[in-house]
């Protein structure tokens, strides 16, 4: 009330006022905790957060032409009359499940492209097969183009029939020798972030991963999904269980051929 600190509600466990005026909040404090100051219902007042103002064309302009001109590659950014630009980004495949694909198809011919044939259409059945870790797939996209359609982009491009709710986009950062990786929203802009943080991958990149465990929707998946996953589950569980019990079975071979040679010997 006296000094105007403000901050947000959620983060008023976390302040420590050093309020040294006779009379202030220093002498209603509680001998337990100086985290939160009593008499302060102004100064904890819930501050909303400014958006940012969207750039302008021009500002779009000059950060376009900024990035444009760190590209080493052919892959340019575009401005468009209307203000928004396209461009290229690069997306990491981490899958480490099996993905769902119709079984027997013909490869995609251009004339199925141009006619945007969706050969899954084309027949009831299915197959599984693990796509290749850290495969890496390069998208054209706009800046309208939204964390949710890049990922169904990657599974239409794959013909892959999984529920996209499965997966998530991340983006993956390095700072100070450490990878930090961060889901991205499904409304956020990929190219916004590209644009951002400049063509240079080792800034940031971008990881196709399953979605977190705590946040899969189980009801997406099938009945005989759900039973590869038990199955893999139990593959698992067993062979961990066997590598267990082979490194104690040779901590005891050493420990018995110790005993054998100490037989005898003064100790």
């Known amino acids: 009330a006296d000094c105007r600190y403000t901050c947000h509600q959620e983060c008023r466990s976390l302040i420590q006022l050093d309020c040294r005026r006779p009379g202030q909040c220093q002498s209603q404090l509680s001998p337990e905790s100086t985290l939160l100051p009593p008499c302060s219902q102004n100064v904890t007042q819930t501050v909303e957060e400014e958006k940012p103002e969207p750039p302008t064309i021009q500002e779009i ?9 760190k590209v080493t590659n052919c892959l340019l950014m575009k401005l468009n009359e209307d203000g928004t630009y396209t461009g290229f980004i690069k997306v990491h495949l981490k899958l480490r499940r099996p993905v ?33 870790l850290d495969a890496i797939k390069q998208l054209h996209i706009s800046s309208t183009t939204t964390v949710s359609e890049v990922i169904q982009g990657l599974l239409k491009k794959f013909m ?7 997966f998530a986009l991340f983006k993956e950062m390095r700072k100070d020798g450490q990878v930090l990786l961060q889901k991205l929203p499904l409304t956020e802009y990929p190219l916004y972030l590209r644009l951002l943080a400049g063509p240079d991958t080792d800034v940031l990149s971008f990881v196709l991963k399953e979605n977190e465990t705590g946040e899969v929707e189980w009801d997406a998946f099938s009945i005989p999904e759900l039973q590869n996953f038990l199955m893999i589950l139990d593959k698992e569980e067993k062979d961990k269980i066997q590598q267990v019990h082979r490194k104690y079975e040779r901590f005891k071979q050493r420990l ?12």
Request: net charge positive; no cysteine; charged share 30%.
């Open 61 to 69: 302009k000059q950060k376009i032409e900024k990035y444009n001109a």
């Open 100 to 132: 769902t694909v119709p079984a027997a198809l013909r490869p995609q011919s251009i004339y199925d492209a141009l006619r945007e044939v969706n050969l899954a259409d084309l027949t009831d059945k299915r197959t599984s097969f693990y796509l290749p």
């Open 160 to 166: 892959v029939v999984d529920n996209p709710q499965k």
């Open 256 to 267: 018995q051929q110790t005993l054998k040679e100490a037989r005898g010997k003064p100790g």
